[in-house]
């Protein structure tokens, strides 16, 4: 292992390796149910989407481990998933076979810009300051991710202002999508599962503030057992004939590699008058995809050797490796038959509980490897029991705000807009956008056009042709 991951040279062991590749695991285990149930509403069977599932954050998350060393994983993008079914099958009128295609196109475009080092030119092209926001902001986003999992948000919806969304219109796990008249709130603690969720709170905090080795992993145990028995969490309700891999691989064979077949890319270009539609699609897959990874390396970057400390634009050539790394998990994806594999933000828990190398990554894919045969055991962890690891997390990425100059509007403004509108507008890609364009906003403003990366013109055009697409499709 030292050989291989070259521990000791990253001041690590073993042992922290392996928790913190169990901390990002069981952060990041809900996609395995949350995918399938989102893409099946297209047609898809989902125990096929299940495996596919596994397959793409295996495939990448490996590439990782082995090629980057670097302690990140990889699984189906949520958002990604939701856009693939929502707005490109639903709202668009695709079939999903098509849909894979776009996803597999997605990856072409991802090997073509970090092959041509383009990529890592557009994060070298980001100015400091809006790389300190970057990793705020995912901060806040993961911290918003740990409040609404532990279940501590109620939202309040007036009537009329909100629209039902697909299949299951009609029953009762209908999506529904508000305006912005929700108004959210505190629950009322009487829940077991959000008592469960504060225990362990305090619990992930005290283990925290001791800086008690493995404390992470401890709290997620601690909470679990507490879980059970407020009677969150009941062993007895474990359904182990729900995982059937023999069913799972005959639906995989339904999916994989349809993308590039007949009904996939044979298709997608069929009808030239749908040109303008799949170009757009495709145009909002890529930006998404592309830039939650960017946003994430950014973010967690300084403390795994991606991003440079001082503030200057020199990244390492882990950074290569990394983003080479994601474009193999999409296009595996894409084969399998999967939405867009993406780098996941819920790597920093695992880097925060001090994983540094591949090996973390590698326990990452392993336990994704053996859940496609245990998955009902997955459930025995709850929501409630790594929504606080993902809060403290959130906290500790906060500390990135104080490089900022807050007494310089043109860097307070744009900084605030990439931070804030990444948690509540509950996307990555969307709050870099928001950053950029108020970047250059502020800069043209203040005269200091000079100031302004021609990348950053670029991709400001990219950004708003996108908001456009999206308003359209």
């Not at 705020?136 to 609404?148: Q, R």
């Not at 193999?328 to 894409?334: E, F, K, Q, R, Y």
């Not at 409630?384 to 509007?409: E, F, H, Q, R, Y």
């Not at 744009?414 to 800069?443: L, R």
Request: charged fraction near 10%; glycine fraction near 10%; proline fraction near 3%.
């Amino acid at each position: 292992m030292e050989k291989l991951f070259k521990l000791k040279e990253h001041g690590t062991d073993i042992r922290t390796e392996v928790v913190a590749g169990l901390t990002t695991f069981f952060a990041m285990s809900y996609i395995l149910f949350v995918n399938p149930a989102m893409l099946s509403q297209t047609g898809m069977p989902a125990q096929g989407v299940f495996l596919a599932t596994i397959i793409g954050a295996v495939a990448g998350t490996l590439m990782m481990a082995f090629y980057a060393n670097l302690p990140y994983a990889q699984a189906s993008g949520m958002g990604l998933n939701a856009f693939f079914t929502y707005t490109v099958v639903f709202g668009l009128g695709f079939t999903w076979q098509e849909a894979l295609a776009m996803v597999f196109l997605c990856g072409v475009i991802s090997a073509v810009i970090t092959l041509t080092k383009v990529r890592k030119m557009i994060i070298e092209s980001i100015p400091a300051s809006l790389k300190s926001a970057i990793s705020a902001g995912i901060g806040i986003f993961l911290a918003y991710v740990g409040i609404k999992n532990a279940g501590l948000l109620q939202f309040t919806v007036d009537p009329g202002t909100y629209t039902v969304v697909g299949e299951g219109a009609q029953k009762a796990e209908a999506t529904i999508v508000s305006n912005s008249s929700a108004v959210p709130a505190l629950v009322e603690f009487t829940s077991p599962s959000v008592l469960v969720a504060i225990i362990g709170l305090v619990i992930t905090t005290f283990f925290v503030i001791k800086n008690i080795k493995g404390g992470v992993i401890i709290s997620i145990a601690l909470t679990t057992i507490i879980a059970m028995l407020f009677g969150v969490v009941s062993l007895g309700s474990i359904d182990f004939s729900a995982n059937n891999i023999m069913t799972a691989v005959k639906d995989l064979g339904d999916v994989f590699g349809v993308a590039l077949g007949r009904q996939g890319l044979g298709s997608l270009f069929s009808d030239v008058a749908r040109i303008p539609e799949v170009l757009m699609a495709i145009l909002a897959f890529s930006l998404t995809d592309i830039f939650d990874t960017i946003g994430t390396l950014i973010g967690t970057g300084q403390k795994v050797g991606i991003v440079a400390k001082t503030g200057e634009n020199n990244e390492s050539q882990k950074l290569d490796k990394a983003l080479f790394s994601d474009l193999v998990g999409t296009t595996m994806g894409a084969i399998a038959g999967t939405s867009n594999v993406t780098t996941y933000v819920e790597s920093a828990a695992g880097i925060g509980a001090g994983g540094r190398t591949g090996l973390t990554a590698l326990v990452v894919a392993g336990m994704f490897a053996i859940s496609s045969f245990f998955s009902p055991l997955l459930v025995i962890v709850p929501n409630a029991a790594t929504a606080p690891v993902l809060i403290i997390v959130g906290i500790m990425m906060l500390s990135s705000l104080k490089n900022i100059k807050w007494d310089d509007l043109s860097e307070a403004v744009p900084a605030f807009f990439t931070s804030i509108f990444m948690g509540f507008a509950y996307s990555i890609t969307h709050g870099i956008a928001v950053g950029f364009i108020f970047y250059t906003i502020s800069k043209v403003i203040k005269g200091q056009i000079k100031e302004i990366h021609p990348l950053v013109w670029i991709l400001d055009v990219l950004f708003i042709l996108n908001f456009i697409s999206l308003a359209i499709l």
